[in-house]
């Protein structure tokens, strides 16, 4: 089993950064392929990126290329999201989601461990 924690979140104006930090605990850390994903008020739960065990390949969803980065560290159980750039549509609550076969998949339900999430609010 794994728990995992987010954090990181708060108010950036549009054009700035943050770095979301997600602390895994349990043995299967550093097995599972992770992904962040993102939910707006009264829209569904999009992929936003992914890794897989090793940190040597990740995939980005559309609404991000070229501005976010996701990376980890398995020595600190940490899975990371940088975001670059900001704008008011990225407006959301991060989740982190992870699981050992779920490499690749942008679907929520093919992820078995989430953490509660972080807010994260651009201001225009």
């Known amino acids: 089993q794994v728990q995992l924690v987010e954090s990181g979140g708060g108010l950036v104006q549009a054009g700035g950064s943050l770095r979301l930090s997600c602390a895994g605990s349990?043995?299967?850390?550093?097995?599972?392929?992770m992904a962040w994903f993102r939910q707006a008020p009264g829209k569904e739960r999009e992929y936003v990126a992914g890794?897989?065990?090793?940190?040597?390949?990740?995939r980005y969803g559309d609404s991000v290329k070229g501005r976010f980065t996701i990376s980890r560290d398995n020595a600190k159980n940490t899975v990371f999201l940088q975001m670059n750039s900001l704008k008011v549509e990225d407006t959301a609550v991060y989740y982190c989601?992870?699981?050992?076969?779920?490499?690749?998949?942008?679907?929520?339900?093919?992820?078995?461990?989430w953490g509660q999430g972080t807010q994260v609010t651009v201001s225009s």
């Open positions: 989601a992870g699981g050992i076969l779920a490499w690749s998949s942008q679907t929520p339900r093919d992820y078995t461990y």
């Open positions: 349990g043995r299967t850390f550093s097995a599972s392929s």
């Open positions: 890794i897989n065990y090793s940190g040597g390949a990740t």
